[in-house]
């Protein structure tokens, strides 16, 4: 845990006590603030008072006398609506943070140069935080794993010199995150999402900059318009920028060709790194994600023999084109991350003959920009409220059924691909879909995934568990 010292013997309060709005109420406890805390979940009250930290509806206390108000990353700040409490803050003039400004500014005031790699983007960053927390340790290096790819920040190891933090940032923390600075920033790209949060996609676009604005070193995707704009506005500023590219040679930075990567400075290019062969890093979408964790390992100083030992044995992020199971010809492939279509593309760029199950909770555009990797897909199995919506996008284009439930399609996808005598090919879970239709979130659905495959006979499972990866 980080004991957040440096609101010690100060009024806070604090709303939202889920996993991480809990874990930062027992941080401020520990660091000595004086805590009030609350949530609209009775259960999630009852189980912070047991716990021994202070509880009260934050209609009825004395605003004036706050310090600071800390809110939850699920809880809205400005879209659609602000929050009662966030209306109750800005009235009184309470500043509002989150819990990763509680993480920055405990290492400003303990070990403020201790290497801080933080991680952003539309898609990709959980894989990028992975891979780059995977190279640090596997070079022996202190590394702690945190932010939106699962572990709350602040139940982190305290901050040291020589201790490595590397974090994944939502939009929603970023903005509740005012002096983010990270020793690297990394912005990996930018597509419409989570536009009901934040209004506009500019509006997405300039709580994203902001992580990479505030950082030592910025580590810029460019393939994509808002991004390359963030990186020029960087530079005009006077920041360092190292820009990265999946689709284009560049004349300074990281880049890919193929499966290689190359380092470019003033025009030079020499390869750094081959992914072939890495199956875990297929598609040139992680290649763009594998650029950018070496170039932010090199920035703080991982050798580049210690980096390509990290590549070669990264063992894959969980839910993310996660094969899961074989049997004959046929594997089973778990991308539950992919909640949007700008996800679940690079799970379908990279099999060639693909029983897809989709659907869920649908978001904008639906499944319109996947037109191009359709014939890849012999039969789409749909599942959840998305399923008459996309039925209606693959028409007649590509054979599909309504599948209804995940465990269904499972079924009739492993035996509709057991028949197929074609070549290899991939019952795939790549839903394009948030979850929350049928599932608590995309981890429940890959887990329930990987357990409707481990039920069918003959599959050979290649991960340890129904839960493991």
């Known amino acids: 845990m980080i004991p957040v010292t440096t609101l010690s013997g100060k009024n806070v309060a604090l709303f939202g006590l889920g996993g991480s709005g809990l874990a930062t109420a027992r941080a401020l406890v520990a660091g000595g603030a004086l805590v009030t805390a609350w ?59 989150g819990d990763v400004e509680l993480f920055v500014r405990e290492r400003r005031a303990h070990a403020p140069t201790s290497p801080f790699i933080a991680i952003t983007g539309t ?10 927390a995977h190279i640090l340790k596997t070079s022996g290096r202190d590394t702690q794993l945190g932010g939106n790819i699962g572990t709350a920040v602040l139940t982190l190891d305290p901050p040291q010199a020589d201790r490595f933090y590397v974090v994944e940032c939502s939009s929603y923390q970023i903005d509740l995150a005012p002096t983010i600075d990270p020793s690297a920033g990394i912005l990996l790209n930018l597509t419409p999402d989570h536009l009901d949060r934040h209004g506009t996609m500019q509006h997405y676009a300039d709580v994203k900059e902001r992580l990479v604005a505030g950082s030592k070193v910025a580590f810029v995707g460019v393939d994509d ?5 963030i990186a020029e506005r960087i530079a005009q500023a006077g920041g360092k920028v190292v820009q990265i590219s999946c689709r284009q040679s560049l004349t300074n930075g990281l880049y890919a060709e193929g499966s ?27 290649a763009q994600n594998a650029a950018a964790a070496v170039a932010a390992s090199l920035a703080v100083g991982v050798a580049e023999t210690d980096i390509l030992k990290g590549l070669s044995s990264f063992p ?67 599942i ?20 209804g439930t995940l465990e269904k399609a499972v079924e009739h996808a492993a ?17 394009a879909c948030a979850s929350f239709d049928q599932y608590k ?13 481990a039920a069918l006979d003959g599959v050979s499972m290649l991960i340890a568990t129904a839960t493991g990866g």
Do not use: C
Not at 264 to 285: C, K, M, N, W, Y
């Open 384 to 403: 959840g409220e998305a399923a008459a919506e996309f039925a209606a996008t693959l028409g007649d284009t590509v054979p599909y059924e309504i599948s």
């Open 39 to 97: 949530d609209d979940n009775p259960d999630s009250v009852a189980k912070a008072t047991g716990e021994g930290i202070a509880t009260a509806d934050l209609r009825n206390i004395d605003w004036s006398k706050l310090a600071l108000f800390v809110l939850s990353p699920g809880v809205p700040l400005t879209h659609p609506k602000p929050h009662w409490t966030v209306e109750l803050a800005r009235q009184a003039g309470v500043e509002i943070v």
């Open 260 to 286: 290689k990567l190359l380092r470019a400075e003033q025009g030079v290019a020499r390869i750094l790194a081959d992914l072939d062969g890495i199956a875990t890093l297929r598609g040139s979408h992680n």
């Open 441 to 453: 979130n995309f981890e429940v659905r890959g887990d329930a995934f990987v357990t409707h495959v």
């Open 415 to 431: 035996a509709d691909a057991a028949k197929d005598e074609t070549g290899p090919s991939a019952v795939m879970l790549s839903p």
């Open 123 to 132: 898609n990709g960053k959980s894989t990028t935080t992975a891979l780059i």
């Open 225 to 229: 318009s808002y991004s390359q704009r």
């Open 316 to 382: 894959g992020l969980k839910h993310r084109m996660q094969p899961v199971g074989r049997r004959g010809h046929v594997v089973f492939v778990n991308d539950s991350k992919a909640t949007n279509a700008d996800a679940a593309a690079p799970a379908l760029s990279s099999y060639d003959r693909i029983y897809w199950i989709a659907g869920g909770l649908p978001k904008a555009g639906g499944i319109t920009s996947l037109s191009a990797f359709f014939p890849r897909i012999v039969k789409a199995y749909l």
